[in-house]
């Protein structure tokens, strides 16, 4: 008989043996990491690598081992060992074992893992750079290594062609990932590229290759061989050349379709910096933050260590007070400026009337006019849009019945994806914001601004059989120039502000130069343009043409440190008057 509170010597070892097997797996279950949805890529920063021969990659897994507790997690969560030019790793964390590696003796920062943006000829000409160098000043520029880091380059195009370059100079160290699709040369003497999570968007190449244009646009303007004739379908026909065109380019590729990831962006500083280059050039950025949490300011800081000038795009965030990135003191900051080209596309009446729009227009019109229609007359009302609506020509808003073939006024400039959409011949877009910049479109635009829009709309309503013809994008001199655009990011320096931010501006409007053909003209679904050069704008443009005049610079002084050439470029500018060139 059972002794009552005490089990059967059955019931007994039935129980034990679940205990110890709930025992067992709940060991496991702690030693197991957190579930990686759990788990967030973090940065720890911990200054400059030692001067003793340690490994800093076994150092850094054991650091990580210590924190999280159990070797393999550790293992699976480090992603990058940071070693060459400066101390620290990237790794998935938990929120708990991020404040504690916080907290670790020697750690002087850990931050999360974010994304920065991109900061998306005539423009040397129109700042008197010279355009020819002596055979001794082209041997030096030769000799200098230019760290482009971006997204990728386009080895084919003319700019980057290593015809009569000798061998890379002999202090790089880098290298170059070549694969079935990409390979240097002498002119591009190495190339790598970075994307540790694997995450590729639509187009991108797992290459140094370059499938945006980016990059090649921004390596070219900074490095690019003379080229002639360059132009985009004509416009803007001329000479392309960058800043030193004697000068190697090493390629770092960190920025793809989701942009550009700062555990990325460290591991290529750390190459770059240690790979023997003179230059970095990187026109990205994201929102400003200390220092010591920046990994742009943290790989500029330590390159700067290595006698290495780091210029970067001050941003498109303008013209708000406060909104220049890339702050560093120890950084070259560069805001946009306009150049001497102006970009239009007139816009002319069935009445003979004439109005100058902006615009970006490869196409030309194969009828000398076309009807014209206001948005507003055209609601698509099967979709549920009225006039108020369809004024603006937004996508899905326009009457395709009543629009195609015709041009469309819109009272919006906008992306075009109304008009293409309801299959018009083109689009005038009134109340423009966008100033001096040239923007592309699938069809042909003019953007005008808001007092010669009213006069379109005016006589298009006041007129039986209104007409219009959009023209050509064409060229011209502009005397009121330069200066700063309304994008670009201005000071003061939201993180320190007794320091001036940005240092200087660089031509960053309507620049030409390079591209991927990668790619089409706008990168846009639809857009079978495929260009060898293209025009574009932003602080991203700006930053390698100073990159290019620092190079420069180092070129003649080679012993200058990267404040003293920073200093030259900014105490010594000049007032730039208008003057006529030969195109």
Known sequence: MAIEGRSPPSRRFLAATLIAYCAFFLMIACCRATPAQDRKVYIAYMGNCPKTQASLPALHFGLLQRIIGNAKVASDSLIYSYHRTFN??????????????SAYEGVVSVFPNKIAKLHTTRSWDFIRYPKNASTSTRRQQSNLIIGVLDTGIWPESPSFDDSGYGPPPKKFKGRCQSSSNFSCNNKIIGA??????????????????????????????????????????????????????????AVYKICWAFGCSYDDIMKAFDDACSDGIDMVSLSAGGLAMEYFRDPIAIGAFHCMKKGILTSNSAGNDGPFPGSVSNNSPWSLTVAANTID???????????????????????????????????GDAPNKT????????????????????????????EFAGQGDGPIEAGAAG????????????????????????????????????????????????????????????????????????????????????????????????????DERVVAYNIISGTSMSCPHATGAAAYVKSLHRTWSPAAIKSALMTTGAHVTMEIYQH
């Open 341 to 375: 080209r102006k970009l239009t596309t007139n816009v002319k009446l069935g009445n003979g009337e004439i109005y100058n729009g902006t615009s970006l227009n490869s196409f030309v019109s194969n009828k000398s006019m076309s009807p014209i229609i206001y948005g």
């Open 88 to 101: 620290g790793f990237a790794a998935r964390l938990t929120e708990a074992e991020h404040q504690k590696l």
């Open 427 to 526: 689009a005038i877009m009134g109340n423009n914001p966008q100033g001096d910049v040239a923007f592309p479109y699938l069809l042909p635009v003019s953007l005008l601004n808001e007092t010669d829009g009213s006069k379109v709309l005016t006589y298009s309503n006041s007129t039986s059989d209104p007409t219009a013809v959009i023209y050509k994008t064409v060229d011209y001199l502009d005397g009121s120039s330069p200066y700063v655009l309304y994008f670009s990011s201005r000071g003061p320096n939201p993180i320190t502000p007794d320091i001036l931010k940005p240092d200087l501006t660089g031509p960053g409007v309507n620049i030409l130069a390079a591209w991927s053909q990668g790619t089409t003209m706008t990168g846009l679904p639809g």
């Open 383 to 410: 979709a549920g849009y009225e006039g108020n609506v369809s004024r603006y020509c937004y996508s899905g808003s326009l009457d395709r019945n009543l629009v195609q073939g015709k041009i469309v006024y819109c």
């Open 192 to 249: 790598r590229f970075y994307n540790v999570a694997g995450d590729y968007g639509p187009g991108d190449i797992p290459s140094p290759r370059d499938s945006d244009g980016h990059g090649s646009h921004t390596a070219s303007t900074a490095a690019g061989n003379f080229v002639t004739p360059a132009n985009l379908y004509g416009i803007a026909n001329g000479t392309a050349r960058g800043g030193v065109p004697a000068a190697r380019i």
